[in-house]
Structures are given as C-alpha cells and as structure tokens.
C-alpha cells in the first residue's frame, strides 16, 4: 500500500509498503505515482519525503504478476505504471529526498535517479539485476547515480554499489545509520521547508528546464528493448528458472526486481518497468 502524510511544516511523507520486499504490482505503480502527483499538486505541501517499510527500499516489479498473465497485458502495465511512478518523481512541483534502506533494485534506481535528492541508511545496496531476467531499463537513472561505464559494468554483471560508495559519486547526499535514516531524510526536507515555497517550487522546475537528461525519452527508449526480448521469447527462456537462484533481497529468490519488465529480488521484482 501507498500511505501520505503531511505534517505542519509542509512535508509530504510517501510511504510504500508491499511485504515481503517493496516489488511492486502495476496497480502499486499507478498508487505511486498519484501520490506523488497529488502531493505536488498540494500548495501546503513544501517538499516530499518518499521512503519504504520493510526490508528494502523497492526491490522493483511484481515478476510474477507478469508471469500469471499468458498474454502481455501485465507487462504493458508494468512498464508503464514504472514509466508514470518515476515521471512524477521527476515532475513533482516540489523536491522529492528518496530515503533508502537495504536493496534498491531495478524500479528502485528509476525512482531514486529522478529524486532530487537521496539520504541512505549504511546497509543500502543499489543495483540493476535486469540482465538476469531478461529484460532491460532504468539504465537512464542509473547513469545519474554514478559514472558512465561504472554504470555500464553494473548493467552487464548485475553487480551492486553500495551507499558509501554512491556517496563517494556525489549522488547520496547523506549516509546514515539505519535507525536514523528516516530522521536524516526529515532533517533535509526539514531545511527545505523552511524556504519560501515559491522559490523551491520554481527552482525545480528550472533545474528540469535546463537538464541535458530527458529522463522520459531516454527511459522510453529503454523500454523498447524490453518488449523487443519479450516478443522474440528470449525474455520467457531467462526468466524460466527464475527463482531457483539466490535473491538480492532475501538470499532465496521469488520476487524479481526490474525497471523493465522482469528481473530478481525476493517476490518478483525488477522486471517491467
């Protein structure tokens, strides 16, 4: 479930909360997204805090859901759920600081790399597992959370970075213990708060004007990939044995975790964004 508060200093805290890993089903993608819009759209609201309960940040897309369906209804929905969540990131009248726990997995790196600003607990790992599952995505954002080819090597290997090391990029604004992540990240929204909301409001929308990054084409241009692997069966064939191999989240496997319509954490996560 999606659930929004909003204090009396104007911020907008977004909770996501889908036991067992945040991997997200396309109707929890749509929920996102109309929160974070509706927040925007709140002039009492100042800025967005967007963080997680559970064991991870988002660990992606219900892979699952996507195989259930026989036909490409759930991927198509998967893929644009994903595509609206991490748009109104980027689109949200006011800053969104993404608060991160543990993994943040393949729809995770789409929210966070279009968050305007991102406090980490010690423990948070961020990745892309699509590869493994057949599908493709998100590579857009997370080419804004690190170098180039470090990205490049990510995608290809599946491998992780951790929080210090994003840090270390400039990309995590703060790393902080787990117990005091969600403090860290009201800490920050708390200093943005305290400005004339006017002025921030018109800020993020200058730093979207001038960004040399159009996040929405460059994501949709992802996407095309995925169905093109969907279409052939080579999406089908990877993602067969999907869940007999240890999971990111859990160390077991079935969730997935994909930004693109398929891949691998712990319920079925990152596979149809």
């Known amino acids: 479930m ?12 977004i909770v996501v909360d889908y036991p067992p890993v945040n991997a997200l089903p396309v109707a929890g993608w749509y929920a996102l997204a109309e929160a974070l819009r509706t927040a925007g759209a709140n002039p009492a ?23 259930r369906d026989p036909g490409h209804g759930a991927l198509i929905g998967a893929n644009r759920g994903c595509f609206a969540a991490f748009a109104a990131v980027y689109e949200c009248a006011v800053p969104v600081v993404a608060a991160v726990h543990g993994f943040c997995l393949g729809g995770g790196i789409g929210l ?11 423990d948070a790992t961020f990745g892309l597992p699509e590869v493994d599952r057949g ?16 990205a490049r090597a990510m995608m290809y290997t599946s ?7 994003l840090h270390a ?26 400005k004339d909301p006017r002025v921030i409001r018109m800020a993020k929308e200058a730093f ?6 159009d996040v929405k084409r460059s994501y949709r241009y ?15 064939e990877v993602r067969a044995d999907f869940g007999s191999s240890p999971s990111p989240a859990n160390g077991t496997s079935s969730t997935g975790t994909s930004s693109s319509g398929t891949s691998s954490t712990g319920t079925s996560s990152s596979g149809g964004a």
């Open 112 to 122: 966070v790399g279009n968050a305007d600003i991102i406090v980490a607990s010690e």
């Open 208 to 213: 979207n004007g001038i960004d040399p990054w």
């Open 135 to 150: 599908a493709l995505g998100a590579a857009t954002h997370l080419s804004r959370l690190v170098p180039q080819l470090k």
């Open 169 to 194: 990029f400039g990309s995590v604004h703060t790393v902080v213990p787990r117990a005091r992540l969600r403090e860290a990240a009201h800490a920050v929204a708390a200093e943005i708060a305290a």
């Open 2 to 13: 999606i659930t929004t508060v909003v204090d009396g200093a104007g911020i907008a805290e």
């Open 45 to 67: 609201v100042r800025v967005v805090v967007l963080r997680a309960e559970g064991r991870g940040f988002n660990a992606g897309v219900d892979i699952k859901e996507i195989q």
């Open 159 to 165: 491998a992780t970075a951790t929080a210090a090391e």
């Open 222 to 236: 992802e996407q095309g990939f995925t169905f093109e692997l969907n279409l052939a069966g080579i999406a089908d």
